[in-house]
C-alpha cells in the first residue's frame, strides 16, 4: 500500500490549515455562503436534508487498519457512531457540526487519510477494482498507476473549476469490475505485443442522461496516459457547457461532437504535451509501483484439512465461503467481502464497533490492509483458506458475514431522501422492504446472481442504471413513486437497463420485485442467471407480469367515484 511521503503529508497539512482559516472567515461573514460553497465542497462537505454531509476519500478504495481505526474514531467522536461506504470508495459522515469539520480534518491527517476534492467542479477520488493486485483474471495491478493519478489530480491547477464533476476508473482484469465504461474516462490496462497500455474510453457516465462510454484510442502506451488525460480534459475545459449543469458533463461534449471529432480535438491538443513533463518515466513508475509489493504470503501447497472439513459439516460456512470469498491468485488464500448488506441495515453503513472489527481481522487475517469496493462493502483481500473459518466467525458475531454477495438482497443504494436534499424519494426503506420480503436463504440462493440497484434521484449514486433489476425514486404529485428498470449491467458488456413502464408506489415496490422474480424463475434454463433469461426472453414477459391487472383495476376505482 502507498505509503505517504513528507510532501503529500505537508499538502494535506497545509489544506487543513487553510479549510480552518476559510471555516473562520465565513462564520465572521468575511465569506458570504456564495463564495464559501466552492471551497466546502472540495473538503468534502455538503450541506444536506437535516445536517451536513461529510465525504472522506479512500483512493482506488485501498485503506490500512489504522486508518480504518481512526474512521471510527471520527465517526464515534464527531457523528453518531457510523458511516456511510459509497460507490466511488468514499465515506460519509451524516451529521457532524460544520465547525467541527477542521478538527475532523486535522484526525484524518494524522493518518493521511483527508477529504481533497470528494465533491465540486473537479477531479474526483480515482476508482479500480476492489481486487486489484490479488484478481486471478489479474493482467497488470493497476494501483500503482492509480497512484500516480490520484498524485497527479490532487490540486492540478488547470483543472480545479470544470464545467462539471470528472471521475476517472481504471482496470487491469480480464472482466471488468471497476464499471469503467460509465466514467467520464475509463482505463482498461492491455498487454498488445507485449507492450503495457490502455484503452481509453470517454464520455461515460450516469446521472440524468445515462451514456455508455466510447473508445477514444484503442491503445495508448503507459507513460503516456497522464499526458493524453491531461488533452482529454483540456479539451473538455475548454468546449464544455458552462451555461447549462445539465449539460455540463463530458458525456454531453462528446455525444454533440461525435467521439471520432472529440478524439480528433483529443490528438491535436496530445501532440503539445505528448512528451512533455507529465510522461511517467519507468523511474518513477517503479517508485510507485514499489509501495504495492507482494505481502509475506506463505508457500501453501495443499488445502488445509480443516478448512475442508468445515466447508462439508458446516453447511452455513459453505454458503458464506461461496457467496462472500474471490479466487486469489496465490494458492491457499482467498479474498473475503465482509458484506455491508445486513437485512434491516442501509446498505453500505457501517457502524464504529463495526471499523473496529474489521480493523482488527486486517491486522490478525490480512497483512493490516483492506479494500472498499463500489458495491458498499468492506474486502479483505489477503486471508489464509485454513483462517477463514475464524474470519467467519468474527464477521457474524458482528454483522458482517451475510452470505448474500451477487444475491438479490445485496442492494446497492444511496442515502437516498432519508438524507440527501436533492433526492425524489427515500431509498432506504424500499431497500429494508424488499429484504425482508426475500429473507429465506434457501430461496435467495435458488434464486442466483442477480444485481438490485436503488437510486432516491437521477443523479443515480446507487448506480441503478446499470442493475439488473434497477430502482429509481420519482416525485409524483409531490409523492414518492419508483421507476423500474431491467437489463442493466456492469463489466465487459456494460449496457443501461430498459424502463419497463409507469412507476410504483412505495408499498408496491416489494410485489414489483416478487412479480418479476417469478418470470425468472418459470422461463429460466438450468443454471441460467437472471440477465441471460432476461437476454433471451426479452422485456415483455416481466412488464405484462408487473402490470397484470393493472389498468383494468384503475379503470373499476374510475367507475366506483
Not at 424488499?434 to 436463504?441: P, S, V
Request: charged share 25%; aromatic share 10%.
Amino acid at each position: 500500500m502507498y505509503q505517504y511521503d513528507a510532501i503529500d503529508r505537508q499538502l494535506i497539512l497545509d489544506r487543513v490549515e487553510q479549510f480552518r482559516d476559510q471555516v473562520r472567515r465565513w462564520q465572521a461573514g468575511e465569506l458570504t455562503d456564495d463564495e464559501f460553497r466552492p471551497l466546502r465542497l472540495q473538503n468534502g462537505l455538503y450541506i444536506q436534508r437535516h445536517a451536513p454531509m461529510f465525504r472522506i476519500a479512500v483512493p482506488y478504495g485501498m485503506l490500512n487498519s489504522a486508518q480504518l481505526r481512526k474512521l471510527a474514531h471520527v465517526a464515534r467522536k464527531y457523528d453518531r457512531g457510523y458511516g456511510h461506504f459509497t460507490t466511488r470508495h468514499n465515506l460519509q459522515l451524516n451529521w457532524p457540526k460544520l465547525t467541527d469539520v477542521p478538527d475532523i480534518l486535522a484526525e484524518l491527517a494524522e493518518v493521511d487519510l483527508h477529504a481533497i476534492q470528494t465533491s465540486g467542479n473537479c477531479l474526483r477520488n480515482i476508482t479500480t477494482d476492489q481486487f486489484a493486485g490479488v484478481a486471478a483474471d489479474e493482467i497488470i495491478d493497476p494501483r500503482p498507476l492509480a497512484e500516480i493519478l490520484r498524485q497527479w489530480t490532487t490540486f492540478h491547477p488547470e483543472f480545479a473549476f470544470l464545467p462539471r464533476k470528472f471521475k476517472i476508473a481504471i482496470s487491469g482484469t480480464e472482466e471488468d469490475r471497476a464499471v469503467t465504461w460509465f466514467h467520464d474516462i475509463g482505463l482498461h490496462l492491455k498487454v498488445v505485443d507485449g507492450v503495457v497500455g490502455f484503452t481509453v474510453i470517454v464520455g461515460g457516465g450516469l446521472g440524468r442522461t445515462p451514456i455508455r462510454g466510447q473508445v477514444v484510442r484503442e491503445f495508448l502506451p503507459w507513460q503516456h496516459i497522464l499526458t493524453y488525460c491531461e488533452a482529454i480534459l483540456r479539451v473538455y475545459n475548454r468546449f464544455g457547457r458552462r451555461d447549462n449543469a445539465y449539460k455540463a458533463r463530458i458525456k454531453i461534449l462528446v455525444q454533440a461532437l461525435g467521439v471520432e471529432e472529440f478524439g480528433k480535438l483529443v490528438e491535436a491538443e496530445w501532440a503539445h504535451g505528448k512528451d512533455g513533463p507529465a510522461t511517467i518515466t519507468q523511474a518513477e513508475y517503479d517508485r510507485v509501483a514499489a509501495h504495492f509489493g507482494a505481502p509475506a504470503y506463505e508457500t501453501i501447497t495443499t488445502v488445509d484439512a480443516a478448512y475442508q472439513a468445515k466447508t462439508l459439516a458446516d453447511k452455513a460456512f459453505a454458503r458464506w465461503v461461496e457467496r462472500n470469498t474471490q479466487p486469489h491468485k496465490v494458492p491457499g488464500y482467498a479474498a473475503v467481502t465482509l458484506s455491508l448488506k445486513k437485512h434491516g441495515v442501509a446498505p453500505g453503513d457501517i457502524t464504529s464497533d463495526q471499523m473496529e472489527v474489521v480493523a482488527d481481522l486486517a491486522d490478525r487475517y490480512s497483512f493490516g490492509e483492506l479494500r472498499v469496493s463500489h458495491e458498499q462493502n468492506v474486502i479483505l483481500a489477503d486471508v489464509r483458506l485454513a483462517d477463514l473459518a475464524e474470519v467467519w466467525r468474527v464477521a457474524k458475531l458482528a454483522g458482517l458475514a451475510t452470505p448474500n454477495i451477487g444475491l438479490l438482497t445485496s442492494i446497492i443504494c444511496c442515502p437516498g431522501g432519508d438524507f440527501c436534499d436533492l433526492a425524489n424519494a427515500k431509498s432506504i426503506p424500499i431497500a429494508t422492504a424488499i429484504q425482508q420480503r426475500f429473507d429465506d436463504l434457501d430461496y435467495l440462493f435458488e434464486i442466483g446472481e442477480i444485481d438490485l440497484n436503488i437510486s432516491g434521484c437521477m443523479n443515480a449514486c446507487g448506480h441503478h442504471h446499470v442493475g439488473h433489476i434497477g430502482v429509481l425514486g420519482v416525485d409524483k404529485n409531490e409523492a414518492e413513486f419508483y421507476q423500474v428498470t431491467l437489463g442493466g449491467r456492469q463489466g465487459n458488456d456494460a449496457r443501461l437497463g430498459k424502463v419497463i413502464g409507469p412507476s410504483f408506489s412505495a408499498e408496491e415496490m416489494p410485489d414489483v420485485v416478487e412479480k418479476i422474480i417469478k418470470v425468472y424463475l418459470e422461463n429460466r434454463h438450468p443454471d441460467e442467471r437472471f440477465i441471460d433469461t432476461f437476454d433471451r426472453i426479452g422485456i415483455d414477459p416481466f412488464k405484462n407480469r408487473v402490470y397484470e391487472g393493472r389498468a383494468h383495476g384503475k379503470a373499476k376505482q374510475k367507475e366506483a367515484a
